[in-house]
């Protein structure tokens, strides 16, 4: 009698232990509908006039709409959180940084899928990386993003990047050899520049400005958007619309916070990240035309005929290496995209 009286005390000190350790696992349980309420930081690495701050703007003020005040979002642009692309990945990860708009440049450090849109002459034009982005190749890539603890709502834009540099007019890759460009933390942009003969040095996005005023890097690339807005211009003197690469950008959301939200708001903010996807991609495009002609006016020599063909053929030994490291197959299905 005992003896089955221990037993049972033991079975349910062992079932008790069970329950305690899955419980401490199990994500918290989303707040019922209506009643979730929450403040949520947004970070990005542009100024407050790139069109990524732009977007989250609108962005913060639907969504408080549409929660009825429930839901605000702040948005805190120039690495008012984090310093570079993977400190503030990491911060959404963690959970102390809510929501990131940013290109998927360094994503490919917590996502390896995500790399294959890195590659260089990858993307035709704007109506190809709508189609592919929008497509279910661009949202197997978002959905990859969950098992890094990251929930991709939606394609942004960064844009096509263009090479500047302190030194000389640059039209094929020959005018560039052996320059020291900054990179993003990127393996399939470094490789592709090494390859083409220039000196590709990864650095965080926040020390570029200081580190081409000083000279210690003799150039950088960027979509117009960025080199416009954070002023490249005071520090470079050359531009080459060269257009290597497109560079989507991410709303990301901590999956840690998506999680403790309910299926209403999470919906809402889902529709709302691709609506305003549109609209911020719409500004950049609209903008470039004109802010070339800005960067020109304040004293940017402008190199238009860029000798493209040139800079693809320097690039394509990489190309075997892409196509080992992605699959031939998945490059094709992006390329073939209409
Ligand atoms: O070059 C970069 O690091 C990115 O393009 C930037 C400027 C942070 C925008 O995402």
């Keep these: 009698m005992i003896k089955r009286g221990i037993a049972v005390v033991l079975v349910l000190f062992l079932v008790g232990l069970v329950a305690g350790c ?49 839901i605000e979002v702040k948005v805190y642009p120039d690495g008012q959180l984090g310093k570079g692309e993977r400190e503030l990945l990491e911060g959404l990860q963690q959970g102390t940084i809510d929501i990131y708009v940013g290109s998927t440049g360094p994503i490919g450090n917590f996502s390896p899928s995500m790399l294959v849109v890195d590659i260089p002459f990858l993307f035709r034009d704007f109506n190809h990386v709508d189609k592919v982005l929008d497509g279910p190749i661009g949202q197997q890539l978002l959905a990859d ?6 929930k ?4 942004w834009e960064n844009g096509f990047r263009n090479l500047t540099n302190s030194k000389v007019a640059v039209k094929t890759p020959a005018d560039a050899k052996g320059m020291k460009i900054r990179t993003m933390e990127n393996k399939t942009h470094m490789l592709a520049f090494k390859t083409a003969g220039l000196n590709p040095t990864p650095m965080a996005w926040s020390e570029v400005f200081g580190a081409l005023q000083q000279k210690v890097i003799d150039g950088q690339e960027n979509p117009i958007a960025v080199i416009y807005s954070s002023k490249i211009y005071e520090v470079q003197k050359f531009l080459s619309l060269t257009q290597h690469v497109y560079s989507p950008a991410v709303l990301i959301v901590s999956l840690k916070k998506w999680q403790a939200m309910p299926k209403e708001d999470q919906e809402m903010l889902l529709k709302t990240a691709q609506e305003m996807a549109k ?9 470039e035309e004109k802010q ?6 304040k004293g940017m020599t402008v190199t238009k005929d860029v000798d493209k063909k040139a800079w693809q053929d320097a690039m394509q030994p990489a190309f075997a290496e892409f196509a080992k490291q992605f699959g031939k197959d998945k490059i094709d299905a992006i390329m073939n995209t209409k």
């Design 145 to 150: 993003l969950d098992k890094s603890g990251l």
């Design 292 to 297: 070339i002609g800005e960067l020109a006016a």
């Design 152 to 155: 991709g709502l939606a394609f």
């Design 279 to 287: 609209y911020q991609r719409k500004l950049g495009r609209d903008a």
């Design 22 to 70: 899955g419980g401490d696992k199990k994500a918290a349980a989303p707040a019922a509908k209506g009643e979730y309420k929450a403040q949520l930081k947004l970070a990005t690495l542009t100024t407050a006039s790139h069109t990524y701050n732009l977007g989250a703007n609108k962005f913060a003020e639907l969504v408080k709409e549409r929660s009825k005040g429930r």
